[in-house]
């Protein structure tokens, strides 16, 4: 079943939510929807105590280091981390308690996918500990993977072909559907579809995404198979859709007892 993937994104040491694709080289969000006065370990324990394993911490550019790793350490084993990652440093974040490590834009090189950049972080980290971030935009009739912030289209569209290739190197996928991400307008119904029909692998997608209802059209699309990351809508992020209902209907879909 569908399950709820919490996410911490960071922004110079801020927990932040930003609308998709507005982020500059140097870190400046061009649209930001939250900037949080709590500590990321703080939604790091939240997420813990919840019971609400596999969301993700991600470093939105430069001067989030120290904020990633305090909010892996207050999680052990319980978020993935993102941006930036290389085979340099992945070993930091897994130290710090990181379950997976992410990454996008280093393993494609002018458009393409970098076949020996994608083993050579396979071998560094392991199969089982990488996740691919295959964010997205659409372009024509297909949705396009694209990286430098979201800004840059490779030569890579999602397809049955794309996915199970990939999935020989890693352990799940993170989708942003990035035309809707940050946007609380509606999910990329398609795009879901899509990766609950042919991933082959356990896969996440993210974007759009403001009312419960939008919740079970991601668990309806997607056969069951694809679970969903909700950010700017969430009240702890200064949106309209509780916390408390979101966390409730996860524990539905796992047929388990909403807490009180």
Known sequence: MARFRPCIDLLRGRVVQIVGGTLAADGV?????????????????????????????????????????????????????GGGVTPDNAGEFLDAGASHVIVTSWVFSAGQLDEARLRALTEAVGRERLVLDLSCRRRGDAFWIVTDRWQTFTRLRISPEVLEHLAA???????????????????????????????????TYAGGVRTLADLDQVAALGGGRVDVTVGSALDIFGGPLPYGDVLAWHHRQLGRRPPP
Do not use: K, W
Not at 35 to 62: K, Q, T
């Open 29 to 81: 969000a061009g649209r930001t929807n939250f900037e949080s006065e709590r500590p990321p370990e703080f939604y790091a324990d939240l997420y813990r105590r919840d019971g609400l394993p596999g969301g993700h911490v991600i470093a939105l550019g430069p001067g989030n280091r120290e904020a990633a790793l305090a909010a892996l350490r207050a999680y052990p084993g319980g978020l993935h981390a």
């Open 169 to 203: 190197s890693c352990d799940e996928f993170l989708v942003h559907g990035v035309d809707v991400e940050g946007r609380m307008a509606g999910i990329q119904p398609e795009l879901v579809e899509l990766l609950g029909r042919h991933s082959p692998l356990p896969a």
